[in-house]
């Protein structure tokens, strides 16, 4: 199973960019997915997540900032960003948990996000 980020970059604070995450392989369903991100110097934190029933969860300091949504029929979670300040800035992260009862999961190759003037 891969799973393939795309759209990071370079943006202003104050701006949006919106992250793409497609799983791909052999999966039957898949649970939970997720964004982390991980700033220089920082542990990997959670910044959203959301279950296959599209329940969601957010860290504090990106609520109401982010919205995170997936497409269970392309297996694509997505993470709209906007007002994005200078402390967002980090390499953002997809994480997938897919099977049952077995409990497989997996890391997407990271994108970066940059948020500066």
């Known amino acids: 199973v891969q799973l393939v980020e795309s759209g990071g970059g370079l943006v202003q604070p104050g701006g949006s960019l919106r992250l793409s995450c497609a799983a791909s392989?052999?999966?039957?369903?898949?649970?939970?997915m997720a964004w982390y991100r991980q700033a220089p110097g920082k542990e990997r934190e959670l910044v959203a997540g959301?279950?296959?029933?599209?329940?969601?969860k957010y860290t504090d300091s990106v609520k109401g900032r982010f919205i995170i949504s997936r497409d269970n029929a392309k297996d694509t979670v997505y993470l709209q960003m906007n007002s994005l300040k200078p402390e967002d800035t980090a390499v953002y992260y997809c994480?997938?948990?897919?099977?049952?009862?077995?409990?497989?999961?997996?890391w997407g190759q990271g994108t970066q996000v940059i948020a500066s003037s």
């Open positions: 994480y997938a948990n897919w099977g049952t009862p077995i409990i497989n999961d997996g």
């Open positions: 392989g052999n999966i039957f369903s898949i649970n939970d």
């Open positions: 959301i279950t296959r029933g599209g329940s969601t």
